[in-house]
């Protein structure tokens, strides 16, 4: 007997039940806020660094799913590769043999990383780092990793031990037993380095949380105290990583940082298959895996998946036949330059900072009697409820996805493909001109919804 099935059928019978069906069997929370903000839209379909909803209008994205969607959706070489790869019917998988896909995609990776030897492929961001962190401990010997305030590694029980951010973290306790040091801060690695349990410190870059970047000077200085003390360097690149800084690696803009672990993820998988990838140093590996008896001491059952590892090829290929990397840093140039010359013009605009195409902008007191009262009134509700304010009218009036770079933070985040160029710079620029004229107008469109928003706020308290 045949086993029939049509997906398409079955998304033109169901489809519309999307929110309903989130509701009932997933997070039931999703939904409810999607509604509040009036996020609750229905995409039919994505390509390039847009969507389109049933009526044909277009969205653009400047969110790239959390970075996943580096170079856009359903980019035409990572589609061919996976079409490629599935037609191919490839013995993948078996556990006891050795496919070329892993190999050749380690391969290529590791040209980017020169001072690297080896790589682990899992499935997802905070898999490589979880990776990374049970390598740096079995190969030092020691049990402690240190982390940054407000660093985001993962949301699993081991990359929760070094998240940055109480929110994630309030109620899974025990974690691991590892220590948060300030960003920056040379002395406080120093005193805990000294203690000699010390493994690793694991480091964004350019924090997602709020897009802080690593001060001028601190990755080498840390790399160098580190090593002394016989500890070892975990650079987090899940997101930073594959062109988004407008270098391959963020940590490449330091001269002489050469990270002994180093985690990518996100835009790696093409936006389709899910992949993850931990870079190490030969002697790490060597041993973790010092015997035939350890082989598998640290796997992953889908890990090295020849879908995953094909669309990881087709991105590598893409970045370096059609200079993404260089794209996005002038691309991101562009946009950081033209957004920062609004902030001596909107007193409610404090910030605009980072590199490439990771942005944040930041929102602060104002300076007039006015818009002073309506921000106190906000923050004392809860903060970040004005960049709330900013996300949504981006939406609903302009057609522009962005996101709050984090909970009770005045910070919006701009990580959009990779593949974005003038037009898009040129229609978020406008765009978020017209909110900030209307935010310091006084007028009722936006300081109307921050009822709706302090009110929920209140709500949830």
């Given at each position: 007997?045949?086993?029939?099935?049509?997906?398409?059928?079955?998304?033109?019978?169901?489809?519309?039940?999307?929110?309903?069906?989130?509701?009932?069997?997933?997070?039931?929370?999703?939904?409810?806020?999607?509604?509040?903000?009036?996020?609750?839209?229905?995409?039919?379909?994505?390509?390039?660094?847009?969507f389109w909803d049933a009526d044909g209008n277009d969205?653009?994205?400047?969110?790239?799913?959390?970075?996943?969607?580096?170079?856009?959706?359903?980019?035409?070489?990572?589609?061919?590769?996976?079409?490629?790869?599935?037609?191919?019917?490839?013995?993948?998988?078996?556990?006891?043999?050795?496919q070329p896909l892993p190999g050749l995609l380690a391969e290529k990776l590791l040209t980017h990383s020169p001072h690297l030897d080896r790589v682990f492929f899992g499935n997802s961001g905070t898999e490589a780092v979880e990776t990374a962190l049970k390598f740096a401990r079995y190969a030092t010997g020691r049990p402690r990793v240190l982390?940054?305030?407000?660093?985001?590694?993962?949301?699993?029980?081991?990359?929760?031990?070094?998240?940055?951010?109480?929110?994630?973290?309030?109620g899974f306790a025990p974690l691991l037993p590892d220590t948060a040091v300030p960003l920056g801060d040379l002395d406080a690695l120093a005193r805990?380095?000294?203690?000699?349990?010390?493994?690793?410190?694991?480091?964004?870059?350019?924090?997602?949380?709020?897009?802080?970047?690593?001060?001028?000077?601190?990755?080498r200085a840390a790399q160098e105290l580190l090593h002394k003390h016989k500890a070892l360097l975990?650079?987090?690149?899940?997101?930073?990583?594959?062109?988004?800084?407008?270098?391959?690696?963020?940590?490449?803009?330091?001269?002489?940082?050469?990270?002994?672990?180093?985690?990518?993820a996100k835009a790696l998988s093409g936006g389709y298959v899910p992949v993850g990838a931990t870079l190490g140093k030969d002697w790490i590996f060597k041993k973790v895996y010092s015997s035939m008896d350890r082989v598998l001491v640290h796997s992953a059952s889908f890990g090295s998946n020849a879908q995953a590892m094909a669309a990881g090829l087709a991105v590598l290929s893409v970045l370096e036949n059609e200079q993404i990397v260089a794209n996005a840093r002038a691309t991101g140039d562009s946009l950081r330059s033209r957004l920062a010359a609004l902030v001596d013009k909107?007193?409610?605009?404090?910030?605009?900072?980072?590199?490439?195409?990771?942005?944040?902008?930041?929102?602060?007191?104002?300076?007039?009697l006015k818009l002073r009262s309506r921000w106190t009134m906000l923050q004392a509700a809860r903060k970040g409820l004005f960049a709330q304010m900013v996300v949504v009218p981006l939406l609903q009036r302009h057609r522009i996805l962005t996101q709050v770079s984090g909970d009770h933070l005045e910070v919006i985040k701009l990580?959009?493909?990779?593949?974005?160029?003038?037009?898009?710079?040129?229609?978020?620029?406008?765009?978020?001109?017209?909110?900030m004229d209307d935010a310091h107008s006084g007028g009722g469109l936006m300081w109307d919804f921050s009822k709706t928003l302090v009110k929920q706020a209140v709500a949830n308290r």
């Open positions: 007997m045949t086993t029939e099935f049509d997906l398409g059928a079955l998304l033109a019978e169901r489809g519309a039940e999307r929110y309903e069906l989130h509701g009932r069997y997933l997070n039931h929370q999703l939904p409810r806020m999607l509604h509040t903000i009036g996020f609750d839209k229905v995409y039919e379909r994505g390509e390039g660094a847009y969205y653009l994205d400047m969110l790239a799913g959390f970075g996943v969607m580096g170079l856009g959706r359903h980019h035409p070489v990572v589609r061919k590769a996976l079409h490629d790869v599935l037609d191919a019917q490839l013995a993948d998988l078996t556990r006891f043999d050795c982390y940054c305030d407000h660093a985001f590694h993962g949301l699993t029980t081991g990359s929760l031990s070094v998240n940055g951010e109480d929110g994630f973290r309030d805990e380095l000294h203690q000699g349990d010390v493994a690793a410190l694991i480091v964004e870059p350019i924090q997602g949380k709020g897009v802080h970047e690593t001060p001028p000077g601190y990755l975990i650079a987090d690149e899940v997101q930073t990583g594959l062109g988004r800084t407008g270098d391959f690696y963020a940590h490449q803009h330091e001269e002489g940082v050469e990270p002994d672990l180093v985690c990518v909107y007193e409610l605009l404090a910030d605009v900072r980072g590199r490439g195409l990771m942005i944040g902008i930041e929102f602060g007191r104002p300076r007039s990580i959009p493909p990779l593949i974005v160029g003038e037009r898009e710079v040129d229609r978020f620029v406008d765009a978020f001109t017209a909110v």
